[in-house]
């Protein structure tokens, strides 16, 4: 499985564009990059996956360049309720291997 | 559908004492995944089924450790002989082939 490396924490200030980056330089063919959010005492929440160049939805846009080898998950204009932890995943989720969650990015938002 | 559903929400229970969790997924998903997740770090997995199959596991998974799926429906995680370092919260998830997970809220263990 790709292994992952993302920024500890981030601080940003509400109305603010934030940009949170993770290295995934083994990644494989098959692999797609899943995105989870995470608000304390609950489970992870699904928002966004892609497998290259750029996919938007109504809560955050996932930026994949060509080598595949980094993605950029972008929230536009935070508030303090996006204040959580930020998963990166990569793997084949068709291949019926689990996908490894690793520390993630704990995103902090202040007004 | 409500989503996964996981039952208890808390447990606290007296070391040496056994454990069991269950999983409710979302029907229409034919794979099932356990997490563990200590404060502070992400989920660690611990297992996953294919309907009723458990198609793997992790070594976190020891011999005190256990879970079924029967007819591929909702799960149940045991644990036997618990220890305070099994204090932790539980997280199932459920998933279509291919698609993102779908978490529930978790049980929380205290292992005392």
């Known amino acids: 499985l790709a292994k992952t490396t993302q920024p500890i924490s981030m601080d940003s200030y509400e109305g603010q564009e934030v940009n949170i980056t993770c290295s995934h330089n083994n990644i494989a063919t098959n692999d797609y990059i899943t995105w989870y959010q995470q608000f304390p005492s609950q489970g992870p929440r699904f928002i966004i996956q892609?497998?290259?160049t750029k996919v938007t939805n109504e809560v955050a846009s996932l930026f994949i360049p060509a080598d595949r080898k980094s993605s950029t998950l972008s929230l536009p204009r935070v508030s303090l309720s996006d204040t959580a932890v930020y998963y990166c995943?990569?793997?084949?989720?068709?291949?019926?291997?689990?996908?490894?969650f690793g520390k993630g990015t704990s995103l902090l938002v202040t007004p | 559908d409500t989503g996964v559903s996981q039952d208890p929400r808390h447990k606290i229970t007296k070391r040496g004492q056994n454990v069991t969790f269950r999983c409710d997924p979302i029907?229409?998903?034919?794979?099932l995944y356990w997490y563990r997740q200590t404060l502070g770090q992400g989920p660690e997995f611990l297992t996953y089924f294919q309907n009723e199959a458990q198609l793997e596991k992790s070594r976190l998974l020891s011999d005190r450790f256990s879970a079924e799926r029967p007819k591929g429906s909702f799960s149940t995680l045991e644990i036997q002989r618990t220890e305070q370092g099994d204090s932790a919260m539980y997280l199932c998830?459920?998933?279509?082939?291919?698609?993102?997970?779908?978490f529930g809220s978790g049980t929380r263990l205290t292992v005392v």
């Open positions: 998830a459920s998933s279509l082939p291919g698609g993102g997970y779908t």
């Open positions: 892609g497998y290259k």
């Open positions: 029907s229409e998903h034919n794979r």
């Open positions: 995943l990569v793997g084949d989720g068709n291949s019926g291997y689990a996908l490894n």
